[in-house]
């Protein structure tokens, strides 16, 4: 929820009438490995090109910024009723954010284990064990917004297997203002605009949930992002 875009990752837009009552996902709406550019009759254009909508709502719109470039964007909403005033948004080269669990006191990242099981603090979850991450663990965080990658990835489909699409450098990463060691960060293969990026949690990292940032290219990710941390 920062203000602007970056080309090829997650938005939202919100408003109103931007569906005729509808809601609905993606999930139908792939041919082969392309990304949707239209949702029961709902679109998205940004700089005059598609995006890629993935959650349409009569208020909200999730979508998938398509290429343009950097600076100001103008951007409408169209439906079966008709297309929206234009309004101007900023294009940016990067926005890095992680994704979270809906809104508690304490919002978290999402974040897995080693064996792709969350770690998020205990009862986060009703009737799901889940288990924190732990000092000298490798984590992989999850979010959108790193900007560019080397090599650069397709435009407008599924991103493809086979080919490692990794940031031209690692971003720096700090829990509870520590410095943390980055393994990688990398385009998810079969995904689209999600980023995964592999830490580690620092050994003498005491129980607790800490807050935690990036840093791309000297963008920083939205304050207020906590991992909890448990021996």
Excluded: R
């Excluded at 993606?26 to 998205?44: H, K």
């Excluded at 294009?91 to 994704?99: E, I, K, L």
């Excluded at 690692?170 to 990688?184: A, D, E, F, I, K």
């Amino acid at each position: 929820y920062q203000p602007g875009l970056t080309p090829q990752t997650f938005i939202s837009i919100t408003g109103s009438n931007l569906t005729t009552g509808i809601t609905d996902n993606w999930n139908n709406s792939f041919v082969g490995n392309q990304l949707p550019t239209s949702i029961d009759g709902v679109m998205v254009t940004i700089g005059g090109k598609f995006a890629y909508p993935n959650y349409i709502s009569p208020t909200q719109i999730n979508a998938v910024a398509p290429d343009v470039g950097y600076g100001s964007m103008t951007v409408t909403v169209t439906t079966p009723n008709g297309t929206s005033a234009a309004f101007s948004t900023v294009s940016s080269q990067v926005s890095p954010a992680f994704f979270m669990w809906p809104p508690a006191a304490q919002p978290q990242p999402v974040a897995t284990h080693g064996d792709y099981s969350l770690a998020v603090a205990s009862g986060t979850f009703p009737g799901l064990s889940t288990i924190p991450a732990k000092p000298g663990e490798i984590i992989s965080l999850w979010g959108t917004g790193f900007g560019p990658t080397n090599p650069a990835a397709p435009a407008g489909v599924v991103v493809p297997s086979g080919q490692a699409y990794n940031l031209p450098a690692l971003p720096v990463l700090t829990l509870n203002n520590q410095p943390c060691v980055v393994y990688g960060a990398v385009l998810v293969n079969g995904g689209a605009a999600e980023y995964q990026v592999a830490f580690q949690v620092p050994a003498s990292m005491p129980n607790g949930s800490w807050p935690l940032s990036v840093l791309v290219d000297g963008v920083a990710s939205p304050t207020g992002v906590y991992l909890t941390v448990h021996n």
